[in-house]
């Protein structure tokens, strides 16, 4: 069974009506109950169909649209009225509240704006009995402090694993945008790319983010890098803070893989995530880049605090330098240790299968389980037997029924 929040929608213009389901029937756990074009009809129209969430657009005609406010929320006050508008005159905005509204939404309607008018009207309604606390997302970053280091097998494996769980919902963004390979690791071919998403920018909604990102059949979906290499950028950091913040709404875990430079682009991820896995190997120039990333974090602001240094390939060879000088030499202690397993890890690679599939009981994909458990700030403890949930913001609103 779905939880879904049940809305209905009124507006006489058939437009911007048009604009609003086209957003709205986007999102996953939205279900649009009514539709309606005329204020007088949809007292009626709610108290028929009970949606959890009218929402109201006045722009048409604003004082009918007060009125009808007052009614629903007088008529039905366990439905949430939202209302949406051009108008920026604090009378009307404060009419509309003193009317009931539960917010005061901008026309041309956002889609994050929505959703957090959701979060917001969620927390003050609190959790309806036997629900449990709706999991906030956590974004993982992987940074390089080398080429070949391993933070695509890492980000790439970790999703994998993450995605195990049926209680989570996990997708990895390539941002290694001109060379990125997670693609070949989870041997998809994309239709579409970060890039199709980065272009759609102004117009994202959640059906046009959704067909952008490709299933693993582990679980795990991923944004790619694009296909062709382009001189200019495909996405600023604004643009991707924006595409963050829409995947948060939808996945309980993202892993974005960096490239090994450091742009606005990569601190953008960094800043948006809630741990920095710093990946290297235990030799001298992984190392000294380790300590000149760390100096570098240190004067940015909101990334130092985040990181946690991985060493990846314990044992590769005799000459490494041992964990014990690393971690003099780096002045941190050593958050994770991966060891090396070439076969396996090239097995992985060349099959395109993820090392719970290719080497379940190895000593690596073991590490790397342990790994995602040790980082997972609010891991699920939903039984495995159980049908695949989404992470649902809606959940509060849930009627229990099934669409
Ligand atoms: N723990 C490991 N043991 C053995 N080989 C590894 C391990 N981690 C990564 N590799 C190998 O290192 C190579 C580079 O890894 P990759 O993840 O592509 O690095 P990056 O994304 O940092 O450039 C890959 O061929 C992979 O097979
Ligand atoms: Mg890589």
């Known amino acids: 069974m779905k939880s879904v929040c049940r809305l209905a929608i009124v507006d006489p213009n058939d437009t911007s009506r048009a604009s609003l389901k086209h957003l709205l029937l986007g999102i996953d756990m939205v279900w649009l109950e009514a539709e309606c074009s005329r204020y007088e009809f949809f007292t009626d129209v709610v108290m028929q169909t009970q949606p959890d969430i009218a929402l109201v657009a006045m722009d048409a005609d604003p004082a009918q649209g007060l009125a009808i406010v007052a009614r629903v929320t007088q008529e039905m006050p366990t439905c949430s009225v939202l209302v949406v508008s051009s108008s920026t005159e604090g009378s009307v905005i404060l009419q509309a509240m003193r009317n009931g509204a539960k917010e005061f939404l901008n026309y041309p309607l956002r889609l994050e704006d929505f959703l957090a008018a959701l979060h917001r009207i969620q927390q003050i309604h609190g959790l309806r009995e036997g629900e449990t606390e709706v999991r906030s997302s956590q974004i993982y970053t992987i940074a ?17 694993v993450l995605a195990q769980n049926p209680a989570n919902s996990v997708a990895v963004i390539d941002l290694d945008l001109s060379l990125g390979d997670a693609d070949v690791w989870l041997d998809i071919i994309p239709d579409y790319t970060i890039q199709d998403v980065a272009e759609n920018i102004t117009r994202l909604d959640y059906a046009l983010l959704k067909r952008s990102l490709t299933k693993h059949e582990c679980g795990a979906f991923l944004l790619p890098r694009p296909i062709h290499l382009e001189e200019a950028t495909p996405i600023n950091p604004e643009e991707l803070r924006r595409v963050i913040t829409l995947l948060k709404a939808t996945f309980t875990h993202l892993i974005i893989d960096l490239s090994k430079c450091i742009s606005p682009l990569e601190l953008a991820a960094m800043r948006a995530s809630d741990t920095v896995l710093l990946v290297a190997q235990l030799d001298l120039p992984g190392l000294r880049n380790v300590v000149r990333l760390l100096q570098f974090f240190d004067r940015q602001e909101g990334i130092s605090e985040k990181i946690k240094v ?58 790397i389980q342990q790994l995602a458990l040790s980082i997972d700030k609010n891991p699920a403890t939903e039984n495995q037997d159980e049908p695949k949930k989404s992470k649902s913001l809606f959940r509060f609103l849930s009627s229990g029924s099934s669409k």
Do not use: D, H
């Open 310 to 367: 991985v060493v990846n390939r314990l044992g590769l060879e005799e000459t490494q330098i041992s964990l014990t000088k690393a971690v003099e030499t780096i002045g941190r202690e050593i958050f994770w240790q991966i060891p090396n397993e070439y076969a396996a890890m090239v097995e992985s690679r060349n099959n395109g299968v993820p090392l719970i599939t290719q080497a379940p009981k190895s000593k690596l994909t073991k590490s």
């Open 144 to 160: 390089g402090a080398a080429g070949g280091v391993g933070c695509t097998s890492l980000a790439v494996n970790l999703a994998c």
